[in-house]
């Protein structure tokens, strides 16, 4: 099979070096790395005129482009009939390619897959980071492969099925991705898992950064019409059960703050769970640190929602939805 490996990129001259070594190390190299620039000016494009001699690259330039007609103008120009797609800032596994095409490897062309989901890991350096990665990342025990919606940071497709599906949303700036998976699952059936096609990734490495970054997520979801229930359930636990709740400890039983600690716990449950193995050789300070974060990552995540989803409804009723 001819593969070719697309992504888009802005301003990424920090971190395409550790993503462009990552691709001349994979145990099975792709055909070509086609690389859409949305307008850097950073010096991106000169990191990757340097690369051009090493690398199969062609680069496309499309100033001013959202994710989406980025990565749209990348695979257009691609002449792979598969299409793997990674983003910049990322350190692929050196075996991340041959993993992700293992499941096309396994099957012919009829009855084969039309999307293979890749999985991720953090790569933290801080305390804050590796908390912020037991919250908001999946461990493998999390995804049945069968219902895992693939992050467009490691997955691969046949082009066909992109071309079918209309490509990746170009009206969306944000949850792109999951708009475009569900797209080619309806029309093809369940994405296969590769479960060791691992990219490498830093979390956010503030506060501030990662609100924002949920803000837009749960405005890409308002915009799409996505997990419109998942977003009651928010609204009705901390604009509803929250104040009731506080408000029958402080009148009618104190014993209803422990119900209320218990419950705190719950919440953390997962997040505990996952972070517990990931400072395992930290020091008894940054152990403290992790989870001393945890909570304040869990509501900062949650209240960046409440806020995001309904300006991401508001886009959807000015601007329309396709």
Known sequence: MQVSLALTVLNEAHSLPRLLASILSQTRAPQEVVVCDGGSGDGTLQTLHAHAGRLPLRIVELPGCNISAGRNAAIAAASGEIIAVTDAGVELAADWLEQLLAPFDAADAAHGPALVGGFYQSDAHTAFEVALGATTLPSLQDVAGQRFLPSSRSVAFRKTAWAAVGGYPEWLDYSEDVVFDMAVQRRYGTAAFAAQAVAHFRPRPTLRAFAR??????????????????????????????????????????????????????????????????????????????????????????????????????????????
């Open 213 to 322: 970054q949920y803000f837009n997520y749960a405005a890409g979801d308002g915009h799409a019409g996505l997990f419109a229930h998942i977003h009651f359930i928010r609204y009705f636990t901390y604009l509803v059960a929250l104040p009731l709740g506080i408000y029958a400890a402080a009148t009618v039983s104190a014993w209803l703050w422990l119900a209320g600690a218990v419950a705190l716990l719950a919440y953390l449950r997962r997040p505990l769970q996952r972070a517990l193995p990931l400072c395992a050789r930290a020091t008894r300070a940054v152990r403290l640190q992790v989870l001393l974060w945890l909570p304040v990552i869990r509501i900062t995540g949650d209240l960046a929602k409440l806020a995001g989803y309904p300006a991401g409804c508001w886009l959807r009723i000015t601007r329309g939805r396709g």
